[in-house]
């Protein structure tokens, strides 16, 4: 009688660990995949990711793509198995132009950053109190 409980036993408790097992990978709990995004525009991966369960924000940065479309994201990786809820931040473009922190870097920084946008750069040395470095720009930084 006790083998039969104990053969009983044994397997409810295989049983449990395998459906638990299970529900993990289909990701019915615990913590969840951030998917490989597809989308061309950010409202799509706005939506992919908050599907998931994740708390999404939208940053906008220029970018040479244009605008409204998909940069990237940050606070995840796709692939990455991290808690529902947790925040993920979509950057949208806001098409070309002066990116933030343009002002500040060098002159070879600046144009590295705006050549592929297709910003007309025309460069004019002003006196500064940093010199080598970008002092203003037009349309202004950021």
């Not at 409980?5 to 409810?12: E, F, H, M």
């Not at 019915?28 to 992919?48: F, H, K, M, R, Y």
């Not at 220029?62 to 479309?69: M, T, V």
């Not at 109190?129 to 203003?136: C, F, I, L, R, T």
Request: contains cysteine; positive net charge.
């Amino acid at each position: 009688m006790t083998a039969i409980i104990a053969i009983i036993a044994a397997t409810i408790a295989i049983a449990v660990c395998a459906a638990t097992f299970i529900t993990y990978k289909m990701e019915l709990w615990g913590p969840q995949t951030v998917p490989n995004i597809t989308a061309s525009n950010a409202e799509d991966a706005v939506s992919q990711l908050a599907s998931k369960g994740f708390v999404v924000k939208k940053k906008q940065q220029y970018n040479a793509i244009r605008k409204g479309g998909y940069i990237g994201m940050t606070g995840a990786k796709a692939g990455e198995r991290i808690t529902r809820g947790s925040q993920i931040t979509v950057l949208e473009s806001l098409g070309p132009g002066v990116p933030q922190g343009t002002v500040g870097s060098t002159a070879k920084q600046a144009e590295a950053k705006l050549k592929p946008m297709g910003v007309k750069i025309t460069e004019h040395e002003v006196v500064s109190e940093h010199p080598g470095k970008v002092s203003v720009s037009a349309p202004a930084d950021g």
